[in-house]
């Protein structure tokens, strides 16, 4: 399967089920294993969340774009919301210590960096952050039979 899926929906975590339906059917049909397929769902979601909470700060004005582009090596999936974004660089360099278990924030950004091939922050001018998610197929006939 090549080619695009977008959805858009409100800032509101209600919404989170329906992007966890669309995510879990695209991996599936570019037969990703299911580790892989478990990794691209969380990822997916921490992304949404974090775009519902500090992007568009629960505003049910504003709404969450997402868009998975499918080729034959790899999803990309780009989660874009209104907000005015933060400095990623710096938080890259300095992401808290996820071992402490009891910090309810700063394990989002550790979770997708290490569960994707690789993560990118975007502010885009006049319409938000925009955070680029990508999962590369492995192993015959796709999926991540090769990742150990």
Request: charged share 25%; glycine share 10%.
């Amino acid at each position: 399967m090549a080619g695009t899926i977008v959805i858009e929906f409100p800032s509101d975590y209600k919404f989170l089920n329906i992007v966890d339906l669309v995510t879990a059917e695209v991996v599936q049909t570019l037969c990703f294993e299911h580790k892989a397929a478990n990794e691209v769902g969380i990822s997916v979601i921490e992304a949404c969340t974090n775009a519902i909470e500090h992007g568009n700060k629960q505003s049910a004005d504003e709404s969450v774009r997402i868009e998975y582009h499918c080729a034959a090596d790899r999803l990309t999936i780009e989660v874009c919301d209104r907000g005015k974004g933060f400095d990623f660089a710096n938080y890259l360099a300095h992401i808290p210590n996820p071992a402490n278990i009891d910090h309810l924030r700063g394990r989002g950004i550790y979770i997708m960096k290490n569960m994707m091939d690789s993560l990118e922050f975007e502010m885009v001018p006049g319409q938000g952050m925009k955070v680029k998610l990508v999962k590369r197929l492995r192993g015959e006939g796709g999926g991540d039979a090769q990742q150990g």
